[in-house]
């Protein structure tokens, strides 16, 4: 099946960027990705370029995750 054979590495793979969204909410709180205090100082500027840069890569595993259909093709019906 052509069709399982790109939808078993975007699903892997959707899972595997989650991770990233995990460790941007952590950042965001101020913490480690084990809950420690961080100590990266971010001021001004620098967290806003942060957030630019890294958001698109962020949101890129769930939005791959919702947009692989899993069933041969068919779309989800919500």
């Known amino acids: 099946m052509p069709?399982?054979?790109a939808v078993v590495p975007?699903?892997?793979?959707s899972v595997g960027l989650l991770v990233?969204?995990?460790?941007m909410v952590m950042s965001a709180f101020g913490l480690?990705?084990?809950?420690e205090p961080d100590e990266l100082a971010e001021?001004?500027?620098?967290?806003v370029a942060f957030w630019v840069a890294y958001?698109?890569?962020?949101?890129?595993?769930?939005?791959l995750g919702i947009l692989t259909p899993g069933d041969?093709?068919?779309w989800p019906r919500w």
């Open 3 to 5: 069709v399982l054979a």
């Open 10 to 13: 975007a699903g892997l793979g």
């Open 20 to 23: 990233f969204v995990y460790a």
């Open 32 to 35: 480690k990705i084990t809950g």
């Open 43 to 47: 001021h001004g500027w620098q967290v």
């Open 55 to 63: 958001l698109p890569l962020a949101a890129w595993g769930p939005l």
């Open 72 to 74: 041969g093709g068919q």
